[in-house]
């Protein structure tokens, strides 16, 4: 195919001054990078340019394909993961682009427990016989570098969503560029700080910008980094064709969530730590996945899927909803929807924890669990 994708962004240069400085820890990049250049009365933070089209005589021209609030988010994203970055409308666009690039018949191997919608899209592919998709568990070793041999993509995800399953990284990106496939690393659960991808070798890191880089549950958004310029290039025109844009407006709100990731990430994995400390010990749960890290944990109700239900509806400072990563702390049970995998147990309830007090957190879930009892 023939992308229409331009170069990188002539203007990217305006931030190169900030994000080239590799001693920058992603804390403090998450702060400073995508800030306009300095100078008398500049502003601070970048603007938000609510343009769809530009004046003649750029690269670019039209929102599509670049906007200056989109520039400012994806150089900060770029900039933590290691690599350009492209920002989608969503996560989901972001995952169906880098499909999207895939040839005819294309061999992917993927988790057996994946993020449900990414699931159901490769399932969709490999029935409609526009791929060829074998499912691992990925924290099995070499299992993965078995179906490895073959493969043109290896699609991983770790920690899994909502098994928590995670995957030796290093052995199965080894694996998978030892047999010429592609791996691409969803990152969303751990985020940049608690793990780097690319660093690893990996050749793309997709993210569900909805979940912990914006912070708030206020936006849908997506993006796909890579440290390799000419597939930035073919992702950045899967986006202008396929036309998963996000506006101007949700790349500010996602910025500007993202400068407050660190102290986020920090206070949310302090109380997943000592909640799933707290719960090993709780009649009413029988099982407990936590990787020991991270800021989401998924636990089995020992009274079965509806007393998994009755913890869902009593519960009054955790909120009962889908999705991760914002400041307030959710609840689900991750079978009530039908397109959920059958290896997700009925009585799994996910847990993704915000910042409030843990004591807050823990006087809340343990009476509803109590209940149960
Ligand atoms: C939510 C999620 C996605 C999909 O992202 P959307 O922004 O909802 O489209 C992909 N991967 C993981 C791990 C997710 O949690």
């Given amino acids: 195919m023939t992308d229409t994708s331009a170069p990188r962004s002539v203007d990217g240069h305006r931030y190169a001054a900030l994000v080239n400085q590799p001693s920058w820890s992603p804390e403090t990049l ?19 340019v609510p343009a769809s089209t530009f004046h003649a005589g750029g690269p670019f021209g039209y929102a599509r394909e ?17 690599g350009s970055a492209v920002v989608f409308s969503s996560g989901m666009a972001a995952a169906n682009a880098m499909l999207d690039l895939l040839p005819p018949g294309a061999r992917v191997v993927a988790p057996t427990a994946v993020y449900t919608g990414v699931g159901v899209r490769l399932r969709e592919l490999a029935e409609d016989g526009r791929i060829h998709l074998q499912t691992v568990e990925i924290d099995d070793t070499p299992s993965v570098i078995h179906a490895c041999a073959g ?20 052995a199965c990106i080894a694996a998978a560029h030892a047999s010429g496939a592609r791996v691409l690393v969803d990152n969303t659960f751990a985020t940049p700080l608690l793990q780097q991808p690319l660093t690893l070798g990996a050749d793309v890191v997709l993210h569900s910008v909805t979940k912990g880089l914006s912070g ?11 440290t390799d310029a000419g597939l930035a290039e073919r992702i950045r025109g899967r986006r202008v064709l396929l036309g998963a844009a996000p506006s101007a407006f949700d790349c500010y709100l996602a910025l500007r969530g993202l400068r407050t990731l660190a102290v986020r990430v920090e206070r949310s994995q302090a109380n997943a730590r000592e909640i799933t400390e707290r719960l090993a010990g709780h009649p009413a749960v029988s099982r407990v996945r936590y990787p020991g890290w991270g800021t989401i944990a998924s636990i089995e109700i020992a009274g079965g899927p509806d007393a998994a239900d009755r913890l869902c509806d009593s519960v009054r400072l955790w909120i009962h909803a ?16 039908p397109l959920e995998s059958a290896v997700v147990p009925e009585n799994l309830v996910r847990l993704s924890f915000g ?3 843990v004591d807050d957190l823990w006087q809340d879930l343990s009476s509803s669990l109590d209940a149960l009892t």
């Fill in 66 to 82: 670049w906007s200056p609030t989109s520039d400012a988010l994806e150089e900060a994203l770029g900039a933590l993961e290691g």
């Fill in 151 to 170: 493969a043109d993509l290896l699609w991983i995800e770790s920690p899994t969503n909502p098994l928590l399953q995670e995957a030796d990284l290093p």
């Fill in 30 to 48: 998450a702060v400073v990078a995508g800030r306009p250049a300095p100078g008398p009365d500049a502003p601070v933070n970048p603007p938000i």
């Fill in 216 to 226: 708030h549950s206020d936006l849908l958004m997506g993006a796909l980094v890579t």
């Fill in 322 to 337: 889908t999705s991760l990563g914002g400041v307030e702390s959710l609840l689900e049970r991750r079978r009530r929807w």
């Fill in 355 to 357: 910042i409030e007090s």
